[in-house]
């Protein structure tokens, strides 16, 4: 007997990895007295894109466990205007978590993840390389607890309001 194909695929869709605040903390405290290091970026991760892929990647490869903070959909407005995002948060969230790069996604309200670094306390705290380290939002509350704070080189030609406007710019007469 050949082996027949299933009729329908079950898919995974209950987000496994999205965490509130507090739980994302508790990720991090043990990942510390495990003795790995627990790394924190954060981004909008409106259209994903090879950029996005790298960067996070890159910064997945410095510790053990990569938790993203994700603006939420009201926070994107607040940021980038009335017409963004393009994808939801809950999208956007599931999303990220399909990477293998990362494990954990925490959504936050405001403009800057400044309280949320606070309260996380990671071990590493990452951004792009277009940033100076010193201005990066968390930088003193990452060091005062012993953290560092470490900048991956920016990925020239990825971006997503580059890429929404190329879309934009076929579509035009």
């Not at 959909?73 to 990477?99: C, F, N, Q, T, W």
């Not at 790069?101 to 949320?116: G, M, Q, R, W």
């Amino acid at each position: 007997m050949s082996p027949t194909i299933p009729e329908m695929i079950e898919i995974d869709n209950s987000l496994n990895g999205l965490l509130n605040r507090d739980d994302a903390a508790r990720k991090c405290f043990l990942e510390r007295v495990r003795g790995g290091t627990a790394v924190f970026t954060n981004g909008v991760f409106d259209i994903l894109h090879r950029g996005h892929l790298e960067y996070l990647q890159a910064a997945r490869n410095l510790g053990n466990i990569l938790i993203v903070g994700l603006n939420s959909d009201e926070s994107v407005r607040k940021i980038k205007g009335p017409k963004r995002p393009l994808v939801d948060e809950m999208d956007r969230a599931a999303a990220l978590l399909a990477l293998k790069s990362v494990n954990y996604v925490v959504i936050f309200d405001e403009e800057t993840p400044a309280e949320l670094i606070a309260t996380l306390a990671p071990s590493i705290l990452v951004k792009g390389g277009d940033y100076r380290i010193e201005e990066i939002v968390g930088y003193e509350s990452v060091v005062q607890t012993g953290g560092r704070v470490v900048t991956i080189p920016f990925r020239e030609g990825y971006s997503t309001t580059g890429l929404i406007e190329k879309i934009l710019e076929s579509y035009r007469p």
